[in-house]
């Protein structure tokens, strides 16, 4: 499976972004998908994540209200929808295919990656 993810960019705090990931092969459709981000100088952290059936959406505390996870299975597709934007969202951000149909948020349960795409958020 190979996922490439799409959207980034620069925005002004309060403005929103939607990022896109593209799966290679529809078998992606039977494996939970999530959304990490990685900020300069800090650690990948777990940012969403979405069931392979789409149902049970789950949320780091700090994007909770602000950020949706959606998937669309005739494009084998996973979106993030990110309004509110902070600068402290600023960060590249990566999808990945998790090893089964549950997505969780340690990167652990992750198998593959997208090349991840830059979020740029200015105050």
């Known amino acids: 499976v190979q996922l490439q993810a799409s959207g980034g960019g620069l925005v002004q705090a309060g403005g929103s972004l939607r990022l896109s990931c593209a799966a290679s092969?529809?078998?992606?459709?039977?494996?939970?998908m999530g959304w990490f981000r990685q900020a300069p100088g800090k650690e990948r952290e777990f940012v969403a994540g979405?069931?392979?059936?789409?149902?049970?959406?789950i949320y780091t505390d700090s994007v909770k209200g602000r950020f949706t996870i959606s998937r669309d299975y005739g494009q084998s597709t996973v979106y993030l929808q990110m309004d509110s934007l902070k600068p402290e969202d600023t960060a590249v951000y990566y999808c990945a295919s998790s090893r089964g149909p549950i997505a969780g948020s340690s990167s652990r349960s992750y198998q593959y990656w997208g090349q991840g795409t830059l979020v740029t958020v200015s105050s």
């Open positions: 092969r529809r078998t992606s459709s039977n494996n939970g």
């Open positions: 979405i069931s392979w059936k789409g149902g049970n959406p």
